[in-house]
């Protein structure tokens, strides 16, 4: 609907339809905001919705993208929202029916239902059952094996119109060789010692991306294990709510909020574990950029990114992502520096497997062979 620089899904968008382009195709973009479009091969058409509750641009969106698809002259396509005229789906955010399955385990039944009764999770609800009960709809590309068995067992979809391409990555800015003569610059930008064993964590929605139960880790480290870590927090968030919770455990100090950035390659560089202990996420752009910067990933079950990890090798795996005694647990033993400098070498090389090009090039096969 909106495109921002910020989010995995634009990212991914932005290099696919470069691909799309390169190929000699016409590619015609429907969304409420976008960049400005300066190749002739490249139309954008502006799709209104309506002022006010985020529920009600959901649903103006997909009515309107729907009317404007169908007023063109085009020969495919595809989806990276939950509209209702699509012949490919991309299901980037995974099922939101799950994520609210996953949700209402950590919440008290006064908020899980009021979370429920909320017009916005009943809107996409809504807007995902007419999406996966389409008859135009042909193939669902899911980024990982995880959201595609939550879409066969909630919406039965059949396994054969389901396909799987992991996200993919920028190798080439992403360089482990950059990060010895970087990392000092970086670490002095955020007033780290070179010597601090520092934790980060990318991303924005805190809750489903479990922040406070990585706050919980780092304090049972520091006051039970003794060991002293940084925590660096770079996305978009309630940070206030979550600093009081870091000073209310006596860690505030220890804990670095920069907001949403555009730009997160620095931090990489400066930190030495990345921790993404969520508690739903379809498959982790940020997991993989830390992997590509050679940082060893620790993350929960419930991430994607956790089929391509193998336990205690490119990092660790937290089978309860909201047991901050598990988590802690799982970065204990890449706090000693060979056993992180090894796991950061590994990770590095399994992201090497999984190229932003090569994405590209699986998604312009199934694209190419339906055009």
């Known amino acids: 609907m909106r495109y921002t620089p910020y989010g995995g899904a634009e990212v991914f968008i932005s290099r696919f339809v470069e691909g799309l382009l390169k190929k000699g195709h016409k590619c015609h973009i429907f969304a409420s905001k976008w960049d400005t479009v300066t190749d002739d091969k490249l139309l954008f058409h502006r799709v209104k919705t309506l002022k006010g509750p985020s529920f009600l641009k959901a649903v103006?969106?997909?009515?309107?993208?729907?009317?404007?698809?169908?007023?063109?002259?085009?020969?495919?396509?595809?989806?990276?929202?939950?509209?209702?005229?699509?012949?490919?789906?991309?299901?980037?955010?995974?099922?939101?029916?799950?994520?609210?399955?996953?949700?209402?385990?950590?919440?008290?039944?006064?908020?899980?239902?009021?979370?429920?009764?909320?017009?916005?999770?009943?809107?996409?609800?809504?807007?995902?059952?007419?999406?996966?009960?389409?008859?135009?709809?042909?193939?669902?590309?899911?980024?990982?094996?995880?959201?595609?068995?939550?879409?066969?067992?909630?919406?039965?979809?059949?396994?054969e119109?389901?396909?799987?391409?992991?996200?993919?990555?920028?190798?080439?800015?992403?360089?482990?060789?950059?990060?010895?003569?970087?990392?000092?610059?970086?670490?002095?930008?955020?007033?780290?010692?070179?010597?601090?064993?520092?934790?980060?964590?990318?991303?924005?929605?805190?809750?489903?991306?479990?922040?406070?139960?990585?706050?919980?880790?780092?304090?049972?480290?520091?006051?039970?294990?003794?060991?002293?870590?940084?925590?660096v927090v770079v996305g978009k968030g309630n940070i206030r709510k979550y600093r009081n919770m870091a000073n209310r455990h006596g860690i505030g100090g220890d804990i670095i909020f920069t907001g949403p950035i555009k730009d997160t390659l620095g931090y990489y560089y400066a930190c030495d574990i990345f921790v993404l202990p969520s508690i739903y996420e379809p498959f982790s752009n940020a997991c993989l950029e830390a992997m590509a910067a050679g940082l060893p990933v620790i993350t929960s079950r419930r991430n994607g990114v956790s089929e391509i990890i193998s336990q205690d090798q490119e990092g660790g795996i937290v089978e309860d992502p909201t047991d901050p005694e598990q988590i802690?647990?799982?970065?204990?033993?890449?706090?000693?520096?060979?056993?992180?400098?090894?796991?950061?070498?590994?990770?590095?090389?399994?992201?090497?497997?999984?190229?932003?090009?090569?994405?590209?090039?699986?998604?312009?096969?199934?694209?190419?062979?339906?055009?």
């Open 60 to 159: 103006t969106f997909a009515a309107n993208s729907s009317r404007l698809l169908k007023e063109s002259p085009l020969d495919l396509v595809i989806s990276f929202d939950r509209t209702l005229c699509q012949d490919i789906y991309r299901a980037g955010d995974g099922c939101h029916k799950e994520w609210l399955r996953q949700r209402s385990k950590v919440l008290p039944p006064v908020k899980r239902i009021v979370t429920y009764l909320n017009p916005l999770h009943l809107t996409y609800l809504l807007l995902e059952r007419r999406l996966f009960g389409s008859k135009r709809l042909k193939v669902v590309i899911t980024n990982s094996n995880r959201v595609k068995r939550e879409l066969m067992s909630h919406y039965k979809l059949p396994e």
């Open 328 to 371: 802690a647990a799982s970065i204990l033993p890449f706090l000693g520096g060979d056993k992180r400098e090894k796991a950061g070498i590994a990770a590095r090389k399994k992201a090497e497997n999984f190229s932003i090009e090569g994405n590209i090039d699986k998604f312009l096969e199934i694209v190419e062979g339906m055009g």
């Open 161 to 231: 119109r389901i396909c799987v391409i992991y996200n993919g990555v920028n190798l080439d800015k992403f360089l482990p060789s950059e990060r010895p003569g970087l990392r000092g610059i970086y670490r002095n930008t955020l007033g780290l010692k070179s010597d601090s064993v520092v934790l980060l964590f990318v991303g924005s929605g805190f809750e489903r991306k479990g922040l406070a139960f990585l706050i919980k880790a780092v304090d049972i480290l520091k006051k039970r294990e003794g060991r002293s870590v940084k925590l």
